[in-house]
């Protein structure tokens, strides 16, 4: 995505955030099935350290807290501030007490413009599906997680 396309990209979702917010339950509700299947996936385990790339209002990372456990850890990011408000109030809603949350820029990982070494055990698991759902050229999903 062009960087114009990226800044059109983030003032549409930041535009779109509190309508995602105040429909979160019927908007995850016709896409649960497909979200826990993508969750089953990966079997992500008690303990791990899970890196959600542009979740959204979060609720496909919900589903994969809860299978961490306390001693676990999701890291729910989006490229825009507003979609990682709305998910932080979701978690906070769910009392989820194991998640943390940061706006990343999924296609600028690992080009000089961020490094997620600094996430500690963020090798354990990379959730892929909302990446390649944002991501309009393939050829532009970092290796890491291709």
Not at 40 to 59: A, N
Not at 81 to 100: F, K, Q, S, T
Not at 123 to 143: N, Y
Request: glycine content about 10%; overall charge negative.
């Amino acid at each position: 995505m062009t960087p114009g396309g990226t800044d059109d990209a983030r003032h549409i979702w930041e535009a779109v955030a509190p309508a995602w917010e105040r429909q979160r339950d019927r908007l995850f509700a016709s896409s649960r099935a497909v979200s826990e299947w993508l969750v089953d996936q990966p079997d992500p385990r008690p303990g791990q350290t899970v890196l959600e790339l542009t979740s959204g209002p979060g609720e496909t990372g919900f589903l994969v807290a809860e299978r961490l456990g306390p001693d676990g850890r999701l890291v729910s990011s989006d490229l825009v501030p507003a979609m990682v408000d709305v998910a932080r109030r979701g978690a906070a809603d769910r009392g989820l007490r194991n998640v943390e949350f940061q706006v990343i820029d999924a296609q600028d990982i690992e080009r000089g413009g961020q490094s997620l070494t600094h996430l500690p055990g963020y090798e354990d698991l990379i959730g892929k599906r909302p990446l390649v759902l944002s991501v309009v050229d393939e050829a532009e999903v970092p290796p890491q997680t291709a």
